[in-house]
């Protein structure tokens, strides 16, 4: 093998890494918002809009840099992302007023638009039969919400709010060097056409299973997203528990969720994403149920860490039909949906804060979740039952 070339193996480590590493990065206002809020006197709506506002620009950055990787490739530009994140960081930790937060957190939202670079990036390297799996495992990189969770809490007790942005730019930094020197983009096909600007973006208007796709990412990466992000500041809101034992409860369901997606995409490719999906949105449906019926400890735990698997086998098992349906566009259309399960994060945390500000309670945001998935469910039955990839996705959307 060439020196300037990588193996399978190698591009899917060095990407899952440097995702989890950014995704860690994207996270970081969740574990800290209690004490932010705390300090600062924030409501309990503007906490959640800082909790939310780095998804904002995570998710609309998702589809530029999809369609920059189908044409530049992923070792370029998910190594100037990770460099582009530092000042973000540094920011933050100088932050003393709410708006230098919403400011700096604004600019950390440019961490989670990495999904869309390393996707494109991996799925070069694998045939169609084992994308799934190699597509779980690098969105396995999103346990770095775990580690934010775990970590952050700890190290702002110890040694101060600031040194936990000054760690993570250092990791950031770290993994901006290491990822540019290891990662080799997978070599193009002979005579492989560069698809233009206007022929990238017409797949939004031409391929209605782009639009579905992005629905059902907006629900199980989303879903994931708003629960990893907001589910300290609910378990300290409802259970008055320490900021410390929230974080390792949300571990917990990270861990589960990160899982989950790996696995996902290995059942997809075993029996296929349609069928996956349908018990995924069934299990969420009967979640969400459960969640607005109850606010005791234990049943809201295990609705909590089953929506965790469910929601994880859901981000596996929608890339791995990404990858059937769009083989020649992943990246463009990675972007998409990406950008839609990103947005499926942001609204989410407004809605429960906004929710509980006016009524006192989560109900309300988690019936929304019910009746959202259950939408999915009979989109999924009635739209992709039956339909198969035929490696064009102009064909398959209008089959």
Known sequence: MSKNQSSPTRALASSTLAFGVAFAAWSLLSPLA????????????????????????GSLL???????????????????????????????????????????????????????????????????????????VYGAGNVGTAITAALAPQIAGSWGRPAVFYVFA??????????????????????????????????????RLTWLFSLFYFVTFGGFVA?????????????????????????VFVVLATIGR???GWLADRWGGVRILQAVFLMIVLCALTLTLTTALIPLTIACLTASVFLGLGNGAVFKLVAEYFPGRTGT????????????????????????????????????LALTALACLILNQRVLAGRRPNGNAQAAAHA
């Open 170 to 207: 250092g990791i950031i930094a770290a993994m901006a060097i290491t990822f540019w020197l290891t990662a080799r983009d997978a070599p193009a096909p002979v005579n492989a056409p560069r698809a233009s600007f206007a022929a990238s973006m017409a797949v939004l208007r031409h391929e």
């Open 262 to 264: 790996p696995t996902g």
């Open 34 to 57: 209690p004490g932010i809020q705390k300090d600062l006197g924030l409501s309990d709506l503007q906490t959640s809009i800082l909790i939310a506002v780095p998804v904002i620009l």
């Open 62 to 136: 998702r589809l530029p840099l999809g369609i920059i990787t189908d044409r530049l490739g992923g070792r370029a530009v998910f190594s100037a992302l990770l460099v582009l994140v530092i000042p973000a960081l540094l920011l933050l930790s100088q932050a003393t007023s709410y708006t230098m937060l919403l400011l700096g957190g604004l600019w950390l939202g440019l961490a989670g638009a990495s999904f869309a670079v390393g996707v494109p990036f991996v799925a070069r390297y694998y045939p169609p039969k084992r994308q799934g799996f190699a597509l779980g």
């Open 227 to 251: 629960f990893s992000l907001y589910l300290p500041k609910l378990l300290i809101d409802l259970y008055k528990i320490t900021p410390i034992d929230a974080g390792n409860r949300v571990l």
């Open 333 to 368: 259309v990675t972007g998409i949906v990406g950008a839609a399960g990103g947005l499926g994060g942001f609204f989410p945390p407004l809605i429960l804060g906004l929710v509980r500000q006016s009524l006192g309670t989560y109900t309300l945001g988690f019936a929304l």
